[in-house]
Each structure stands twice: as C-alpha cells, then as structure tokens.
DNA sequence: CGAATTGATACTTTCTAGGCATCGAACAAG
DNA sequence: CTTGTTCGATGCCTAGAAAGTATCAATTCG
C-alpha cells in the first residue's frame, strides 16, 4: 500500500513561520529572510492550512502568536536547530573526525599490542569512539562479513575470503603451570616431557584450526594431553591452572601479569605459534574513513614491533 | 544584514533518504513513497550534495549506508517522527482539548468559587494545564495587559480599560478578632465600635482602593484604626490576629476554616464590600481556546451563585 | 554468453515559489 | 473628519525545480 509523502510543509515554511514569530512584523522578517513580502504571507498562510491550525492573528497592525503558534514555535526551534548543524556534524562524520569504530579482540591482542594503539588512537582521534567487545577468533570471522564489527583482533588458521589482514604478532607458546608442579624448575620444557598431563584449554569451536594445530603438535612429539577444561576468555584458564586443574599454553607476551603462585616456561623444539593479526572486511576501510584512521594507527604499531619471518 | 534561507535540502530530502536507508533498495523505497525511481536518486544525490558527505554506497547490486549516512539516519528519524505528529497536536491545541492558561487569583478566590472551578475544569478539560499564581489585584491588573497572565481573580476598584470582567462574589466585609478579645462575645459589631483597635491589613500598594475605601469606612463611622502590620498573602494576616497583634477584615465566605483561637463577627451598618470578578483582556479569548473553555466553566460556576444587585 | 535487475542519466511536463503591482484596513497627524 | 502612511493580503506572471517517461551502463545469475 503505497503512501503518499507525508509532509504538506517543509522546512522553508518553518523557517518562514519561525522568522515571523521572532519579530512578529511581515516586512521585516521579509527583509531578513531576503525575500518578498508576499512571498512570506502566502508561506506563512499554506503552512497554517497544512496544519489545520491558525498560528498567527492579523489585524493589519500587530500579529500575535494564536496559542498553536506558540506551541508550534516550541516544537520547531529544537528541530531547525538540531538541522541546521547537520552539515557539520556530516562532514566531520565522512572525514573521520567523529565517528565510531565497533572493534573484537581476544585476550592475547589486550595483553600484547592493543593498549599502546587505544591510547594512541585516543590522542590522535579524540572525536572517534571505539566499541571493544572480547571474541573469541571464530565469532570475530562470522562478525567480520557480516558488518557486526568493523575490525578484529585474532588468531587465523587460513585466508578468509573477502577479509583483509595484517600481521601484528607471532610467537611461540609456552606453557603455564602451577609454581608446585614438578616441571615448574626446569628452564624450559619440551612437549613431550608433559606426557599425558592434564590441560585447561579453549573451547574447540571458538578457533578449531588453532585447537586442531595444538593437538597436532602433541600428536608429532609422541603424547596425547588429556583435555580437563575448556575455558573462555583466556584469563580464566590462569586461575584453573593456579587451582590445581592442570596446565595450559600460553604466548611469552601475554605473561608478563601472571599471579605469583603459577610460572611459566617456554617450550624447546615443536611448539604452537600463535599468530594474532588485524582484520577487516577488504574496500570497508574506504567507505569507513574512522575505520580508516583506526587501521593506520595500527598498521603504525605494527610497523615498529614488526616480527621477523617464519612459517604460518 | 540579511540572511538568505539557511537549508539546501528539505523535508523532502530526508524523507526520501530514511526510505532509503530503511529498505536499502531505491526501487522498493520509490514504490512505497509512490514516486518513480529516478526522482528518487536524483533527490538522494541531492541530499548529499547539500551536506557535502556521501550517504550511501551504490554498486548498482547493493546499496548501504556510510558512516555519514548512519549518522543522519539517527538524527533525523526523531526529528520526522515529531514533525509529523504536528498537525494533531496544533489541531487539538487550536481546539482548546490541549494547551494551558496562566491564571493569577487572589487568597478570596481560593478560599470560595476557584475549587469548584479548578474541579469542573480539570474534568472537562483534562489537557489543559493550568499556572495558578496567587498575587495581588494590583499585580494582576498589570499582568493582564501584558499578557503575562490569560486571566485573573481580583477585586478591582474601577472599571480597567481593555479588559473584560464578570462578577463572581460580593460580600460585606466582617471582622476577625482573638477569641478572647473584649468584642468576642458579641453576635456583630458596628465599624465604630472597633474605635482605634489596632490593625492588621494587606500592603495599600496591593489593591489602593479597596484600602482606601476601607480607611474611608472607618472615617465615615468617626474612627481612625491603627495600621499595625501590612502582611500577604491574607491568610497570613490570620496568624497575626492569632498572635494577638490586632484584628482584621475578611468575608463571610472566607472565615469557614478558622483556626478556634480566633472568631469571625458580621459588621452591622457601614461595612466595607469586597467584589470578586474574574477578567481577561478583552478579545483574547477568542484567540485563545483553551481560555475560552475556561471562562465558559467560570462562567457556568458564576450563573450558579449569582449575588443580588447592590452598589459597587 | 544472454536475460534480468539495479541505479543513473536525458529530456519533457507540471507544479510551485518568488517577484511586482496593487488592494483594503488601520492607525496617526493635521 | 480628512489625508497620508503603514501593514498584510491578493492577482498575475515568470523562473526554477521536481516528477514522469524512456533509456543506459553495470552487475548478477542461469
């Protein structure tokens, strides 16, 4: 059911109306609106028919306000105000300046490059406000084409189509275990030595190919973990190893914090590496320019701590 | 130094835009606002030439909103939202079902005919707000060509030019005196009788003539009262005969609910009259509905109680 | 590779805002 | 009371803008 365009008035009767109830007088509101007299008196008269309401009394030597003027007046002054700034307020959208960027990340993007770029971005784009939402990768790359979120932080098994990214970080996990467990004085440890001991880890669905990377791993030095736990967000998995649960990896970066009572070690000879890049959805950086100026201050970021080459 | 029309763009535009922006298909949105297609690209390229920023992104398969183009979605959907609720509500207010009224009264108006008024009003016009201010004739009469008030309750002297007034009450002033002054005991008193007692009366500057008439009374009937203290509002004045700091006038209407400490007394013979009218500039209210509607409940109250003829 | 769909463009028609001239009413000065 | 001035409204004409029709270019899908 079509409907016809509502509005039988549009903004240049309200701003008529509004200059003629300012300086109740036809001529001189005229004159300030560089226009007619006529002109305005016949504005004036199709907007009090579209509403249905007199607005004004004339008696040849004084208009007043009827009370729907006055309540009209009321109504319209808040609006043509909020209207007028729009063009400002747009550009200053398109150009960047003001804007929002919905941003996903997984703990080890917190923990490692993510607060040196927030602090960055802030000084340089005061006006941009970012969303920062905790995903595991996964959820981040059903988000991603889906225009949830604008950019994410995690750790990708294999090209996404459609999705472009940059490489922020790799690193070698280690291990996390409980500052009592047996290994907890060796300097460093390899897969094997941890046998078939129990492990806290991350759900499978919230990144298979990394979950599927790590057993692999165990699956070359020989032994096969027992999987305890599965925990989410990561910083949990620290209180179940300090809690006796079992042992869990974790990337040398993500553990400078780590309580007093659990340790870390890194691994000798095979090991899973964790990859944490940024991605966003390839040409959305162009039609998003705060998002473009989010990205180029990470790119910055990566550019100083970039990592040297290795296997994916 | 005149300015020319603020606005490049119109209600139009944006209506146009929110369809847009609501499907995000040109056609679909051109068949619901009952316009061909191309008028409505050409209005949305319109739109955004005039806020100098792209709001969509067309690839001929998909169109989406840019960051300037959410932007504008969320500050104009409420302003199209009140703007077309407009013509009901200046409808209704025109018709007096909505709107509001300054009424300025005096403690006599309250103390007898404005309840029943304010009551009857309030069901009959439930959306219509009513300003009740207490204030002094004087004050009133100022008021009311101002425009500062619609309407006021007061006792006037003479006849005010331009306005329109109806009599509501008239009633012989009595006397209010401490339970246990000499005269209390007595069914009514005579004006000279009060010899020189001390006074207690509203501020001359508040209604000079009534005061003087009152002052005039007294000299009629021989005797010149003390002043003591000037107080208002009147019920005040109360408090002070209570106290014991003189005695003052009052109607009979309006000593129903005095405190036990002190006693009302009818004057016999000369007695000062006190004349309740209501008045409004004259014309107003045939711009004004909501006025009118209350006036016409005034006016039905007035019919009920109608007062006997009698001088000024 | 052809058919269909989408938004943009060219051209014409229709509508409307604006300007000019003028009118009737109301107040002011004499 | 008369005359002149000022105010807003009205009639007529012109110019500009919006809408409609027809068509194009690009993309998608079978």
Redesign the interface.
């Known amino acids: 059911m ?11 009767h309200l ?1 008529y109306f509004r200059e003629v109830a300012r300086q109740l007088h036809f001529r001189r509101a005229a ?5 007619a007299q006529p002109a305005l008196s016949r504005q004036v008269a199709q907007l009090e028919a ?6 004004l ?1 004339r008696t040849s030597r004084r208009v ?1 306000l ?3 003027g006055q ?2 007046i009321e ?2 002054e808040p ?1 043509l105000d ?3 700034g ?2 400002a ?3 200053s ?2 150009s960047g300046q ?3 960027v919905r941003v996903a990340f997984t703990g080890l993007a917190m923990a490692t490059v993510l607060p040196p770029i927030l602090r960055d971005f802030h000084r340089r784009h005061p006006g941009v406000r970012l969303q920062l939402n905790e995903s595991p990768t996964a959820a981040q790359l059903e988000a991603l084409p889906e225009g949830e979120i604008a950019c994410g932080f995690f750790h990708p098994d294999k090209p996404a189509p459609g999705l472009k990214t940059r490489v922020l970080l790799r690193e070698r996990n280690g291990i996390v275990l409980p500052a009592d467990h047996p290994l907890a004085s060796r300097e460093s440890l390899r897969l094997r030595e941890l046998g078939n001991a129990p492990f806290v880890l991350f759900p499978r669905s919230h990144n298979p190919g990394f979950y599927d990377r790590i057993l692999a791993a165990f699956s070359r030095s020989g032994v096969a973990p027992r999987i305890e736990e599965e925990v989410w967000p990561r910083a949990n998995a620290i209180g179940l190893v300090r809690s006796g649960m079992g042992v869990t990896f974790m990337c040398p970066s993500e553990s400078r914090q780590l309580p007093p009572e659990v340790v870390f070690r890194p691994l000798r000879g095979p090991a899973p590496e964790s990859r944490l890049v940024v991605g966003w959805r390839a040409g959305s950086e162009a ?4 998002l473009r100026a989010f990205l180029e201050v990470v790119a910055a970021h990566a550019g100083v701590r970039a990592a040297g080459p290795g296997p994916g």
Chains 1, 2 share one sequence.
Do not use: H, M, N
């Open positions: 079509p409907r016809k365009y509502q509005f039988a008035f549009d903004l240049r701003v004159e300030t609106l560089a226009v579209a509403l249905g309401a007199p607005l009394t007043e009827t009370p729907a309540a009209l109504r319209i609006v909020s209207l007028s729009l063009p307020v747009l550009r959208v398109a003001v804007g929002q039609a998003d320019p705060a």
